[in-house]
T-cell receptor, first 111, second 113 residues
Framework: LAKTTQPISMDSYEGQEVNITCSHN???????ITWYQQFPSQGPRFIIQ???TKVTNEVASLFIPADRKSSTLSLPRVSLSDTAVYYC????????????FGSGTRLQVQP | DADVTQTPRNRITKTGKRIMLECSQT?????MYWYRQDPGLGLRLIYY???????NKGEISDGYSVSRQAQAKFSLSLESAIPNQTALYFC????????????FGPGTRLTVL
């Protein structure tokens, strides 16, 4: 599985856009980039997945450059409820290997 | 996610006791997983099962065992609990063609005294 590197923590204020970047230099051709969100004492929740370029859903956008060696999760106009840990994972969707969650990025949103 | 349930939600036990954590799912997924999370850390995989007859060890399987009783049920056992197994335990499921989209249960908080 491709190793990922993301910031340990980030701080923001309500209403701001937050961008969390993840590095995955050894991403393989069949790998997808997936982001999860975890609130305290809850299980992680899948928020977005992409292969290349840009993916957008009702929660976030995911930007992936052409070389796919990094990705950026963008959260528009964050609120206090976006305070959580965000995990970046890289893996193939159809493989027989389980996901590996790192320590994630702890986002703290202030009023 | 209400489709993945875990019992019990909280458990306090003593060193040396046998403990079973249960996970049930109504999503119809073939793949099920058990993770452990320690305070301030990410999730670590204990065991995973890709179908009823397939059981695989994760990165921290020592001290744990599992049973996949049916497609919908995946149990985690601590044969002889020890204090450093105090943690939050999560069960998750996924479909074979969407392995990266896992659905997590609410977690079981286990304390071993």
């Amino acid at each position: 599985l491709a190793k990922t590197t993301q910031p340990i923590s980030m701080d923001s204020y309500e209403g701001q856009e937050v961008n969390i970047t993840c590095s995955h230099n050894n991403i393989a051709t069949n790998d997808y980039i997936t982001w999860y969100q975890q609130f305290p004492s809850q299980g992680p929740r899948f928020i977005i997945q992409g292969y290349k370029t840009k993916v957008t859903n009702e929660v976030a956008s995911l930007f992936i450059p052409a070389d796919r060696k990094s990705s950026t999760l963008s959260l528009p106009r964050v609120s206090l409820s976006d305070t959580a840990v965000y995990y970046c994972l890289v893996a193939t969707n159809t493989g027989r290997r389980a996901l590996t969650f790192g320590s994630g990025t702890r986002l703290q949103v202030q009023p | 996610d209400a489709d993945v349930t875990q019992t019990p939600r909280n458990r306090i036990t003593k060193t040396g006791k046998r403990i079973m954590l249960e996970c049930s799912q109504t999503k119809g997924h073939d793949r099920m997983y058990w993770y452990r999370q320690d305070p301030g850390l990410g999730l670590r995989l204990i065991y995973y099962s890709f179908d009823v007859k397939d059981i695989n060890k994760g990165e921290i399987s020592d001290g744990y065992s599992v049973s996949r009783q049916a497609q919908a049920k995946f149990s985690l056992s601590l044969e002889s609990a020890i204090p450093n197994q105090t943690a939050l335990y999560f069960c998750a499921t996924s479909e074979p063609r969407m392995n990266n989209e896992q659905f997590f249960g609410p977690g079981t908080r286990l304390t071993v005294l």
